[in-house]
């Protein structure tokens, strides 16, 4: 038995949780990245503004400067893009569902955002980044680990998984997207560096060594689109999550729609050809893909978490 | 060793019965191995006690929440390490004394929402009872099963300089505090272990499987495990803490007023993702006032439209009953000895406090010119707020009680200043006497079932009287011990 309202609040706690690793795991990449590319030829800090949706929240006019987008990713409690939002988010979430998580679940979230209201906005410059980052992702996996190793396989569970799925597959197309974006760009002087930075984006999904072992020691763009879409085995690619999404859909009462949805999803996934796909279909795909996702956190969120009164 | 506890009875700065210590400075016989053993303890070993003890409380998240400056701060509970203890032979009237108010106080709220014969035989005033704003006129007619209506009381108790335990008030509607009398026990199994081997201690922790029983046992359908909701009015209450432990600790589903609604089949469901969900048991703890909308206030945002009506068709059961309320009236607690003599043909064996009723203008005379004597209480509010204690008020303040008595007399009561017990308690300079009371829980179902103990609640400021947490009190383990001795 679970109550519409506590199934809604564990998804968007999984959900801030994820997005809170998310974020921490990018910027970690990213500022690595920029310290191995020659000066000249660094893609600008805006790619992470435009990764996590933040172009609005950012500001017109204020410039891209690594100072003013780590302040905004990591100093700006107030901004929904930000890690401290998120964690405060996620501490929300667990503080009114703590009757059906494990009791230390409470204590480590609460423990992440104490850490996190404390050190944050001292975290900005490269110095301290590092470290804070670190530690946000592990706190992160601490308690993911803490879920998946102490919750009953039942519904309280299923929503905690399709909110980790859903926001993992978001995150991995926002990823390839705008950083394609902005490597494929034809204005770009350096090509050398192309595989520096799809690199990167591999390790930002924890995905790097992984690719080495399975695809082979070059890092090559269409290779390494092909392996974080379809690669079943790879945790955080596009099939692994959506095959993860309906192995919980599965078991849930009334669960036709959302099943439809998915499906449609994966068969398009199916059929996306890295090989052939030029940037602009690539971009094209990433789209509907998102779309798919969003059409199925609606359907998620009108069947079980807003149900009528009958 | 035990420079903490020097002179400790010569620290009482009035005449007042001491918990654990006699007036010549002795042990009381229940309490002297405890007091022996704390007070082997150095003071840094009590310290480090207390440091474990605060630690622990973090840990457990065991909080409350304050309103205080525009916001609502969630507070560590206030915990004293030095539990204050009872005999188990002292306790077993009190105990028995405390089952028979509450069964008449059912009595009495079921008799008035269906004959109110008790007014008819002239007993009680029936103006003082269908006049107050506690009586539900909604609720008349109907009978809830077993004639429980106030299935969870929190009577307050304190003990005068006689050492005699008197019935402070009865709290028929949402009494909380339990949930911290379980805490309590933990954390002092956790900080001053050895303790418990040379003691008998009535264990506590069986509390949420007796009220998971008396719930049950109220369920309208014939089921082996009925489905039970604690209601809460959600995270900023300040007692959601409780509502959560006691959710959890019963296994039932801890639910705000959007998760119900009732049905077309005037039954009441929550709305869970494989559907709508029957309820049989709801124990709510939230007002009467902000339960339903149809029947109660308009404007409240907590509600279930419906509910009552499924309550009265004897649909789903409401813990506590809606119109309790109208039994924990202060005007109406004069009249709970009458009331055991009526219902029960027994004498109360509970003593209650002398009760001046403003609205009688004898009584009232008194009380205006013995203002400095009495403590003054409206009739209708709870956690401390708004009464006057006569010895510590200031001239202004009877003058202004006299005027808010003189415009509202039935709205205020007045009681002789009780010289609260003390207990040794553990503050910065030391072991010190410090005033308590106790509340002590009592379930009514198919059957009546109280709390070895309660919550021994105390006030930390030296000389306060006001116990309330909200208000700077803090709180004690409470032991029933049994020894051959005693």
Redesign the interface.
């Known amino acids: 038995?679970?109550?519409?309202?506590v199934?809604e609040r564990l998804y968007w706690m999984a959900r801030y949780l994820e997005r809170t690793e998310n974020t921490a795991r990018l910027t970690q990449a990213y500022t690595h990245l920029i310290m191995d590319i020659p000066a000249g030829s660094e893609p600008g800090w805006d790619i992470l503004v435009y990764i996590l949706d933040g172009g609005h929240q950012f500001g017109e006019g204020r410039s891209f400067s690594e100072q003013n987008v780590l302040k905004f990713l990591i100093g700006d409690e107030d901004n929904p893009s930000s890690i401290p939002f998120c964690i405060k988010a996620a501490r929300e979430n667990v503080?009114?569902t703590?009757?059906v998580l494990p009791e230390e679940l409470?204590?480590h979230v609460?423990e992440l955002y104490l850490y996190s209201q404390e050190q944050a906005s001292k975290s900005v410059g490269r110095r301290n980044r590092h470290g804070f980052l670190e530690e946000v992702i592990s706190r992160c996996q601490l308690i993911n680990g803490l879920l998946m190793t102490t919750l009953c396989r039942d519904?309280a569970y299923r929503?905690v998984k399709l909110g980790y799925l859903l926001e993992r597959a978001d995150m991995t197309t926002r990823i390839i997207d705008v950083g394609a974006g902005a490597l494929l760009s034809n204005e770009r002087l350096n090509e050398a560096v192309d595989p520096l930075i799809w690199a990167s984006l591999l390790r930002s999904l924890s995905a790097m060594d992984s690719y080495r072992r399975t695809v082979g020691p070059l890092v090559e763009a269409s290779a390494v689109v092909n392996f974080v879409f379809c690669d079943g085995s790879l945790p955080r690619s596009l099939r692994f999550c959506l095959d993860g999404i309906r192995r919980e859909l599965v078991p849930?009462?009334?669960n036709a729609e959302a099943v439809k949805v998915l499906d449609r999803t994966r068969r398009s996934l199916s059929r996306f050809n890295s090989d052939k796909a030029g940037r602009e279909e690539l971009h094209r795909f990433i789209d509907r893909f998102q779309t798919g996702l969003n059409t199925l956190s609606g359907v998620i969120s009108s069947r079980?978490f807003m149900?009528l009164?009958? | 060793m035990d420079k903490h506890w020097n002179r400790y009875h010569r620290k009482q700065s009035g005449d007042f019965f001491d918990e654990l210590i006699t007036r010549t400075g002795r042990p009381r016989v229940v309490a002297s191995t405890a007091v022996k053993m704390l007070r082997s303890l150095t003071p840094d070993e009590m310290t480090v006690r207390r440091g474990a003890a605060e630690l622990a409380i973090r840990e457990m998240g065991i909080s409350f929440t304050v309103y205080s400056e525009g916001k609502n701060i969630d507070r560590a509970w206030p915990f004293d390490i030095i539990p204050r203890i009872i005999s188990a032979k002292e306790w077993k009237k009190v105990s028995s004394g405390l089952a028979q108010r509450t069964r008449a106080l059912n009595r009495f709220i079921d008799d008035i929402y269906n004959k109110q014969k008790i007014l008819a035989d002239g007993v009680v005033p029936a103006e003082i009872v269908l006049d107050s704003g506690n009586f539900k006129a909604q609720c008349a007619g109907v009978s809830p099963r077993y004639g429980a209506w106030a299935h969870i009381c929190g009577t307050d108790l304190v003990r005068d300089k006689d050492g005699r335990f008197y019935v402070l008030e009865d709290n028929l509607r949402v009494p909380s505090g339990v949930s911290y009398m379980l805490e309590n026990r933990e954390i002092t199994k956790r900080v001053l272990p050895e303790l418990f081997e040379h003691h008998s201690i009535l264990p506590v922790d069986d509390y949420p499987s007796r009220l998971y029983s008396t719930l049950a046992s109220l369920s309208p359908r014939d089921q082996k495990r009925p489905s039970i909701a604690v209601l809460t009015p959600g995270i900023y209450n300040s007692a959601y803490f409780e509502h959560a432990y006691l959710a959890q600790g019963m296994g039932a589903q801890l639910v705000e007023g959007s998760d119900l609604f009732v049905g077309e089949d005037d039954c009441l469901y929550m709305r869970t993702v494989d559907g709508p969900e029957r309820v049989d048991v709801v124990y709510r703890r939230i007002d009467d006032d902000f339960l339903d909308p149809d029947a109660f206030r308009e404007d409240s945002t907590l509600d279930v439209a419906g509910i009552m009506r499924a309550w009265k068709l004897g649909n789903v059961a409401i813990a506590n009953a809606p119109g309790s309320g109208v039994a924990d009236d202060k005007v109406v607690y004069a009249f709970v000895p009458d009331m055991i003599r009526y219902y029960l043909g027994e004498e109360p064996s509970l003593a209650s406090v002398k009760t001046y009723l403003c609205m009688n203008a004898k009584d009232r005379d008194y009380v205006l010119s013995n203002l400095n004597k009495l403590v003054v209480k409206p009739a209708n509010e709870s956690g401390g707020y708004g009464l006057m204690i006569g010895p510590k008020s200031t001239a202004a303040k009877r003058a202004e009680f006299a005027r808010l008595i003189e415009a509202n007399p039935r709205n205020y009561i007045a009681q002789p200043t009780l010289s609260l017990s003390t207990a040794p308690t553990y503050v910065d300079k030391g072991v010190e006497p410090r005033h308590l009371d106790l509340r002590p829980f009592i379930l009514q179902g198919n059957k009546t079932w109280v709390t070895p103990g309660g919550l021994t609640r105390v006030a930390l400021v030296k000389g306060s009287l006001v116990v309330n947490s909200s208000q700077g009190g803090g709180s004690k383990d409470t032991w029933i011990v049994q020894s051959n001795q005693s």
């Open positions: 038995m679970m109550l519409s309202r199934a503080r009114t703590r009757d409470w204590e609460n519904h929503f849930l009462k009334n079980w149900p009164n009958s």
